[in-house]
């Protein structure tokens, strides 16, 4: 039992590791685009968007995963899921933001 409790912090600590340079990177490459308007950003940006889009999908259903198995510390568990999920409406909001050199509205 004390295997998966520290199996859940450290995965918890990774989650929000994890979502925190994410969301670095991101605001990064979106200031570097909105600064520079150059093209070759746009399509890093894209990628790097389909990128975190997968690796916090993995760091996410890890957490769901202990969530269901790991009935311990399900406060500490939740908050990390939630800090991982206030990445998608940041995620959208830059989306937007980059959208409006193209007009286009989501």
């Known amino acids: 039992m004390e295997e998966t409790l520290e199996i859940t ?5 990774l989650a929000r590791i994890v979502a925190l340079i994410s969301f670095i990177i991101g ?4 200031l570097l685009y909105k600064i520079t308007n150059v093209d ?3 399509f890093i940006g894209f990628l ?3 990128t975190a889009l997968f690796l916090n999908a993995i760091v996410f259903f890890k957490l769901i995963y202990n969530l269901t198995i790991c009935r311990q510390r399900i406060l500490f568990q939740l908050g990390n899921i939630l800090f991982m999920l206030l990445n998608i409406p940041i995620t959208l909001f830059y989306m937007y933001l980059v959208s409006i050199n193209f007009n286009i509205h989501f």
């Open 9 to 13: 912090v450290k995965d918890g600590k």
């Open 48 to 50: 790097y968007v389909i």
């Open 27 to 30: 605001t990064i490459i979106l």
């Open 40 to 42: 070759v950003i746009f």
